[in-house]
């Protein structure tokens, strides 16, 4: 019963983490996991080169030969893929491949880990301790018209909905007729952030999520919290500073979250 409950929890866990990197549920038990520490500065290959170097000699004498074979041809794939993707500016990453079951997945993590690997069903324990420590979170960012959302796991952000509303005109006339249009105004954006918040409530009921970002301006925002039933509000975690007209608004989502996670 107690094995019952541990997997129930780690399932729980990592339900987001399978979500935005499907391809982890083909592993096999005869999958190779390797957890390497990143450049903050820039991608390098050589630092990547070096700790691979040390983990297969640290690990070819407690393997046997079908583990150091798999070993052997999983690193070379990393090692190849790590020049695809060329991670950086992140304390670490996780890396995870098994050919057969063609699997060959980079993971960015949040937080500085040992360098270690294994043959086997896929190490999941320091993501999994991570998770725990920074749950993922769902970012709202929205203007009176608008709403965008955005999954943060581990190190990434991803795009997972982008709700359109009406327009909401701004008129200059006075009087009565400036009252009346007012009035349109705000029913209009009441609308468009009811929307908003029907996507991020069905985001919500997936228990993915343990916190809940809203950025955009004030106003806006404001009225989107102000509309906000209990179970989203609950998972309210702050604000970021990020607007949807951003040119670069994925990169200043994640780079927000790295500045909250180290305060």
Do not use: W
């Amino acid at each position: 019963m107690k094995k019952l409950r541990v997997e129930a929890r780690d399932e729980g866990i990592l339900k987001a983490l399978h979500r935005f990197v499907p391809n982890l549920r083909r592993a096999s038990d005869r999958a190779l996991s390797v957890y390497l520490p990143a450049r903050a500065e820039g991608y390098d290959l050589r630092p990547y080169d070096i700790e691979i170097g040390q983990l297969r000699r640290r690990y070819k004498d407690r393997l046997d030969d079908e583990e150091r074979e798999i070993m052997e041809r999983e690193l070379m794939r990393l090692r190849e893929h790590l020049g695809v993707v060329r991670p950086a500016g992140c304390p670490a990453v996780a890396g995870f491949a098994d050919e057969p079951a063609g699997l060959l997945e980079l993971v960015k993590l949040p937080l500085e880990t040992e360098a270690r690997l294994q043959v086997g069903p896929l190490l999941l324990a320091p993501i999994e301790r991570m998770l725990e420590r920074f749950p993922p979170a769902l970012i709202a960012v929205v203007d009176k018209e608008e709403g965008k959302l955005f999954a943060a796991i581990l190190d990434e952000v991803y795009p997972i909905a982008d709700v359109k509303g009406v327009e909401v005109k701004h008129s200059k006339a006075g009087g009565t007729s400036a009252l009346s249009n007012q009035r349109k105004a705000d029913n209009r954006t009441k609308a468009n952030m009811e929307k908003v918040i029907h996507a991020i409530e069905r985001e919500v009921k997936t228990g993915e999520y343990g916190r809940l970002f809203v950025a955009g301006p004030e106003e806006a925002r404001s009225e989107l919290e102000r509309l906000m039933p209990p179970a989203p509000k609950r998972l309210l975690a702050g604000h970021l500073s990020a607007s949807l007209d951003s040119t670069r608004l994925q990169h200043e989502l994640r780079e927000q979250l790295v500045i909250a996670r180290a305060v």
